[in-house]
């Protein structure tokens, strides 16, 4: 004979917590990395090429000057400037390949002066090859440091990679793993731990339900008498006949054993809910075949409800497994509810402490 337990309310944890938060934050976080390190890249490489071109613009500058300084003190101290004249300010200011041109250079490697009258030829020019201090330091530095740099980066970034895509694997395992943990084996239905978080999700957000407990009649014969596969093949039988009964924010959950809860909500009220009470009761009924028998159990069943949604689910608990004790106790498949009181279609409530 069952017993009055206080162990019900014992299925119940906080209500549930994002769990995907973490692993959502971590994906995010190593794709800001890679950014990061694409936007590193591109920095790196468009500073060589300023630090370059400052480096070129400020040399041209001081070429030009001492040039210009240079052609100066050549014409006060010889006059005119002649070919060789150019031979002398290249050599006084440090130029490369100095010259005197009639025409103007088309090439961006040359620098040119114009002559001013007195300075020589009319129209014509102190040409010189340009120095590309910049160029050269990026010239011998660049084929180690920046492959360097680059290879660094790309480092960077494929452990990044495989980081996001491990956070994406262990993602899968983990919801996978959490789906497993709250389904039940045998049934396939869900097991007692996603009973208790959905009903203590909705008591956080005090949504009324109610609370069908269900336990088989003569199901111990049965394993008895026809072995562990013929009750399996019973208990599978009852999961698939009571869930044709919900509605589709119902949950039928299978707790242990022979024991089975549904948990209704939105609330069906009192008429509603003893007819779904009885309805399980009848679909329980129904011979059962196996795989070598045709078997026939009840179920007895304890009801409860939380019609403001605002009890607490362990006294909603308590309550129904009163309830159940109650309906065990009577010859046959039986449905007992929680503080029954007269009324149509066996009204109830469950009166608040």
Request: aromatic share 4%.
């Amino acid at each position: 004979m069952r017993r009055p337990s206080n162990r019900l309310p014992g299925w119940f944890s906080q209500a549930p917590v994002d769990t995907d938060a973490g692993m959502r934050a971590i994906g995010r976080l190593v794709i800001a990395c890679m950014v990061a390190l694409a936007c590193t890249a591109i920095l790196v490489g468009t500073t060589a090429i300023n630090v370059t071109q400052a480096i070129d613009q400020a040399n041209q500058s001081a070429e030009l000057r001492r040039a210009a300084n240079a052609l100066d003190a050549i014409v006060a101290q010889y006059g005119e400037l002649t070919p060789s004249g150019a031979v002398r300010v290249g050599q006084l200011a440090g130029l490369r390949n100095s010259r005197l041109t009639a025409e103007r250079s088309t090439d961006p490697g040359e620098a040119q002066i114009p002559l001013l009258n007195g300075q020589g030829p009319s129209g014509s020019f102190l040409t010189w090859r340009r120095e590309s201090t910049g160029a050269q330091v990026f010239a011998r530095f660049a084929p180690v440091r920046l492959p360097l740099i680059g290879g660094t980066i790309l480092l960077a970034m494929g452990l990044m990679l495989v980081m996001h895509n491990l956070a994406r694997r262990i993602e899968r395992q983990r919801r996978l793993a959490h789906n497993q943990s709250r389904i039940d084996a045998l049934t396939g239905l869900p097991n007692r731990l996603a009973f208790e978080t959905r009903a203590a999700s909705l008591t956080s957000q005090k949504i009324p339900f109610d609370v069908l407990l269900l336990d088989l009649d003569h199901f111990k014969p049965v394993n008895d008498a026809f072995g562990h596969a013929a009750g399996d093949a019973v208990l599978r039988a009852v999961g698939q006949r009571l869930q044709p009964l919900l509605q589709s924010s119902d949950m039928l959950a299978r707790l242990g054993g022979d024991e089975f809860v549904l948990l209704a909500s939105p609330a069906r009220g009192a008429e509603g809910l003893a007819d779904l009470a009885h309805a399980c009761v009848a679909a329980i009924a129904a011979p059962i075949r196996t795989a070598a028998h045709t078997v026939t159990v009840g179920a007895s069943v304890g009801v409860a409800t939380s019609p403001g949604g605002d009890l607490p689910v362990a006294t909603v608990l308590a309550a129904a497994d009163s309830a159940l004790y109650r309906a065990k106790r009577v010859a046959g498949s039986s449905v007992k509810f929680a503080d029954e009181a007269p009324g149509p279609a066996g009204a109830w409530q469950l009166r608040r402490a």
